[in-house]
């Protein structure tokens, strides 16, 4: 398993999140989740698992590994659910959002509140729930990602975790959240959906 590559340069967002802040944030912290479970994946001889197979597999017997595992994972995801180009969701997953949400704006609006009002370190998700066919907003805390839950499937994901923020934003979460969900990759978000509902889901 190599290691994951961002899809763009670690200058792609400025004004919105600084070079820094990846120096840290994907450099740093995210290799050392990644790091810490390859270590543990080849002590077990699960080298060859996909990483949706390690998160499940662990999640109920081996917290080190699950949080290693389910942490590499989600910012995989949260690094594909961004983007500094501008791009336009698509008309089927416009449709959905404004039959659960009323407009895109108030999608926004209450998907920052639930990130905001997150307690302590996590995730915010929107994830589509398949019996009761309509998207929902989910929070996370710690490593716990959807992967592992019953029914429901990422669409996209914000990194509430303090390192997330604190480079360029120190201790305001509310800022950081203002520029994260300026840039989010709606493209991403469409695809995941469309694939959800062609019954082939998607992974990071
Ligand atoms: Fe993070």
Same mark, same amino acid.
């Given at each position: 398993m190599n290691f994951f590559k961002l899809p763009? =340069?670690? %200058?792609?967002? =400025?004004?919105?999140?600084s070079k820094e802040s990846f120096d840290y944030h994907y450099e740093k912290h995210h290799k050392a989740y990644f790091d810490k479970m390859v270590d543990k994946l080849d002590s077990l001889g699960w080298?060859?698992?996909s990483i949706e197979d390690v998160i499940v597999k662990s999640y109920s017997n081996d917290d080190f590994l699950f949080n290693n595992a389910a942490q590499y994972w989600n910012h995989c995801f949260f690094w594909n659910s961004i983007s500094p180009e501008k791009n336009e969701v698509s008309s089927s997953f416009k449709a959905q959002v404004e039959k659960d949400f009323g407009s895109l704006e108030s999608f926004l609006k209450e998907f920052k509140a639930a990130a905001s009002s997150l307690f302590g370190s996590g995730w915010a998700w929107i994830v589509f729930n398949k019996k009761a066919d309509k998207l929902e907003i989910l929070k996370t805390s710690n490593?716990?990602?959807?992967?592992?839950? %019953?029914g429901v499937v990422p669409i996209c994901v914000v990194d509430v975790w303090e390192h997330a923020y604190y480079?360029?934003?120190?201790?305001d979460r509310v800022s950081y959240l203002d520029q994260v969900l300026s840039v989010l990759n709606w493209k991403f978000m469409s695809e995941n959906y469309d694939s959800i509902k062609n019954n082939n889901g998607k992974a990071c």
């Open positions: 763009y =340069s670690k %200058e792609a967002f =400025s004004g919105h999140l080298k060859d698992l490593a716990a990602n959807p992967l592992v839950m %019953e480079i360029d934003y120190r201790n």
